[in-house]
């Protein structure tokens, strides 16, 4: 059976950092892609970064682009979210979901199993 859990997150100042973990078990990362994504309270869920099974293509966000990096280990099973100069807007819940293929970068919808997300907050 499938599963992600998500940890790592926390409160941090702006332009602080924070690596969030995404444990997979029930699936090999070789055959799946995996995106992380994120929800601020009241709005919609956005992707944030993805990694392809197929070549570990990765797929940033504009928004996040040049402050993130999403990274995979195969032995742990693990993928990782680097976070870098945070900002008060990067607040919300981060959520890690996979889907068997290729990656679709920021559709939630394409994306078939989620974690139960752990939570950011970037404030002073």
């Known amino acids: 059976q499938e599963q992600l859990v998500e940890s790592g997150g926390g409160l941090v100042q702006p332009g602080g950092s924070l690596r969030l973990f995404c444990a997979a078990s029930?699936?090999?990362?070789?055959?799946?892609?995996i995106g992380w994504f994120r929800q601020a309270p009241g709005k919609e869920r956005e992707g944030v970064a993805c990694?392809?099974?197929?070549?570990?293509?990765?797929y940033p966000a504009d928004s996040v682009k040049g402050r993130v990096t999403i990274s995979r280990d195969y032995a742990k099973n693990m993928v990782y979210l680097q976070m870098n100069s945070l900002k008060p807007y990067d607040t919300g819940v981060y959520y890690c979901?996979?889907?068997?293929?290729?990656?679709?970068?920021?559709?939630?919808?394409?994306?078939?199993?989620w974690g139960q997300g752990t939570q950011v907050a970037v404030s002073s």
């Open positions: 979901a996979d889907r068997e293929g290729l990656a679709f970068p920021g559709w939630p919808s394409r994306y078939n199993y």
């Open positions: 029930g699936l090999q990362l070789d055959r799946y892609s």
């Open positions: 990694i392809s099974s197929s070549d570990g293509a990765t």
